[in-house]
């Protein structure tokens, strides 16, 4: 049993900053998922892949691994560089691409 401490990412319809805060805790799956010859759907036996646990900050989970003797790996994410760009740029003299609607 392996867990996985990461950040969220923002999804693709997210401008902000929202649920990205926090790290998150996750499982690894011990069993692959099934298919419902009937239904179709997608199930599995392993219970821990429902479990999804925040923490505020990175070394309370890995204390929490810790505590509980859980196998853990860390992934870090790049720091993220945010370009400021405005708007008057657009029509700047020296613009470097061509102009493109």
């Known amino acids: 049993m392996t867990a996985r401490i990461y950040k969220p990412a923002r999804t693709a319809?997210?401008?902000?900053?929202?649920?990205t805060k926090e790290w998150v805790l996750d499982y690894e799956p011990e069993q692959r998922r099934v298919i419902d010859p009937l239904m179709g759907?997608?199930?599995?036996?392993?219970m821990k892949q429902q479990v999804?646990?925040?923490f505020a900050t990175k070394d309370e989970a890995i204390a929490y691994c810790e505590r509980q003797g859980i196998a853990?790996?860390?992934?870090?994410?790049?720091?993220?560089?945010?370009?400021?760009?405005?708007?008057?740029?657009?029509?700047a003299p020296n613009r470097r691409d061509a102009w493109t609607h």
């Open 13 to 19: 319809m997210q401008s902000g900053t929202g649920n």
């Open 41 to 46: 759907w997608t199930s599995s036996g392993d």
């Open 52 to 54: 999804r646990l925040r």
């Open 72 to 91: 853990y790996e860390v992934f870090e994410a790049p720091p993220h560089k945010r370009a400021r760009i405005s708007y008057s740029d657009n029509f």
